[in-house]
């Protein structure tokens, strides 16, 4: 079999990916881990076919290194990969300003089809960012931060996030003491998945976390 060689790809032919998003996809960058990253957000779920998580390591403000592990398509893959690419180096604040259109055409573009990897990339990205106000003290845990991280907890069923539709019912919130209402029945599958979900999401916060399902 012949091996597919990038260079050679008439860009936005058949498949609409760039040469740049194909070569990243064959050759991800910063692919993997950190050891004691100072913070880390994950976006998505494999269960709806895309996820990503970040690991980021930050010094003085400034992100000084980036990896992630991911699943999903090429497009998802070549995403996670820029938006690393874009970050190290970056100060917080200015990382903070990173929208899905700036990975888009970083990638030299991306089939319209495709355009929600690049959302859940900065979706990812800025949920990692505010968790690290949070933990410099910069910024109080309420439910506007809640919800942020809520946002990128996605229902296996239906690949939306949690806080669409009537799932969730709201948060009580009393010093470390962080507690989630979701209207969904407690022994189901459902309520395994959105637990696990959620409890990670929150990873590497100083919060006593309660989930309460009343389905």
């Known amino acids: 079999m012949e091996r597919f060689d990038a260079r050679k790809w008439d860009e936005k ?3 609409g990916y760039s040469r740049k998003v194909l070569q990243l996809f064959l050759n991800p960058k910063n692919v993997g881990e950190i050891e004691n990253p100072s913070v880390t957000a994950k976006a998505g ?3 709806c076919g895309d996820m990503i998580k970040l690991y980021l390591k930050i010094e003085d403000d400034r992100i000084v290194d980036a990896k992630f592990r991911t699943y999903g398509c090429a497009a998802n893959i070549a995403t996670a990969s820029m938006l690393t ?3 190290i180096g970056k100060p917080v604040e200015e990382a903070k300003k990173i929208k899905f259109k700036d990975l ?3 990638l030299g573009g991306l089939p319209q089809i495709k355009y929600h990897c ?3 990339a900065a979706e990812g990205l800025r949920q990692a960012l505010a968790k690290w106000d949070v933990i410099q003290g910069k910024r109080k845990i309420d439910e506007s931060f809640v919800k942020l991280i809520l946002a990128a907890v996605i229902d296996p069923l239906t690949g939306e996030s949690v806080l669409h539709g009537h799932k969730y019912l709201g948060c009580e919130i009393e010093g470390k003491k962080v507690k989630i209402k979701l209207a969904i029945p407690k022994d189901s599958e459902e309520a395994i998945v959105f637990e696990e ?3 990670e ?3 590497g916060l100083d919060v006593d976390l309660e989930i309460e399902f009343l389905g």
Do not use: C, D, N
């Open 201 to 203: 999401s929150f990873e």
């Open 45 to 47: 779920s494999p269960a």
């Open 13 to 15: 032919k058949r498949i």
């Open 104 to 106: 888009v055409e970083a």
């Open 118 to 120: 690049a959302v859940l």
């Open 197 to 199: 979900q959620i409890r």
């Open 85 to 87: 690419e874009m970050i």
